[in-house]
Every structure is written in structure tokens, then in C-alpha cells.
């Protein structure tokens, strides 16, 4: 079992600071294929953190214009959560009740989101 930390640049300078926590492998990701890849490599037992959702919904949205950001960031969440429900099929130790329920959750909550205007 590996205790697996996936982040940003800045998680990776802040953490490494931290003696007294848990030690994690970090594995920087701040694209989604990065992110696929690694979340590849997750096995069985493994303890994983995410804490790159925001990276990714970035760089998603960030070269559109403004009517095509709200579609741009629904498949972002979309593609993400879906990789996330793959992984704990695949790693049934790893899976829990929330990760079993979490795309039925995010889904409701993106089309409700989608229902109000994105904030510029």
C-alpha cells in the first residue's frame, strides 16, 4: 500500500515541508492527461488524495470564450469524476461509499450548476 498525494506545483513546495504528516508519494499533475496517467497507476490499498480539480478546470476553461466555459468545465467534471469511479472499479480497496456515489452526486450538482450563470 502507498499513500499517494496527487497535486499542483504548490502542493509539492508546501508539503514537502510538513516533517510531521503522513509521508505521500506527490505526483504533480495540473492536466488531465497527467492526471489519467497517474490515477493509472493506482493499485489496490493504495490511499490516494486528489487536489487538482481546480488545475484542471483551469486550463479547461481558460482559452474559451466566455459562452463556451460552462460547456468546457461539464466535460472537464464529467471526464474527471468518470476517471476517479474507473479507478475505485478497478481498486475495489480503495473504493468507499462516497466514491461509489460520486458521479450520481457531481452530476446532479454540474446540472444544476449549469442551470445558473458561470461567475466571470
Do not use: W
Amino acid at each position: 500500500m502507498s499513500r499517494i498525494l496527487i497535486g499542483s506545483s504548490n502542493i509539492l513546495r508546501f508539503y514537502g515541508n510538513m516533517s510531521d504528516q503522513p509521508k505521500y508519494k506527490i505526483e504533480t499533475a495540473t492536466t488531465y492527461r497527467a492526471f489519467e496517467v497517474t490515477m493509472g497507476e493506482v493499485v489496490d490499498g493504495d490511499k490516494t488524495i486528489i487536489s487538482v480539480t481546480e488545475n484542471l478546470i483551469k486550463k479547461a476553461i481558460s482559452p474559451k470564450v466566455e459562452a463556451e466555459k460552462m460547456q468546457a468545465m461539464i466535460n472537464t467534471m464529467t471526464t474527471f469524476i468518470e476517471t476517479i469511479v474507473q479507478t475505485s472499479k478497478r481498486c475495489p480497496g480503495m473504493r468507499t461509499k462516497s466514491s461509489r456515489n460520486v458521479k450520481k452526486h457531481t452530476t446532479k450538482m454540474i446540472c444544476s450548476t449549469s442551470r445558473k450563470s458561470m461567475p466571470s
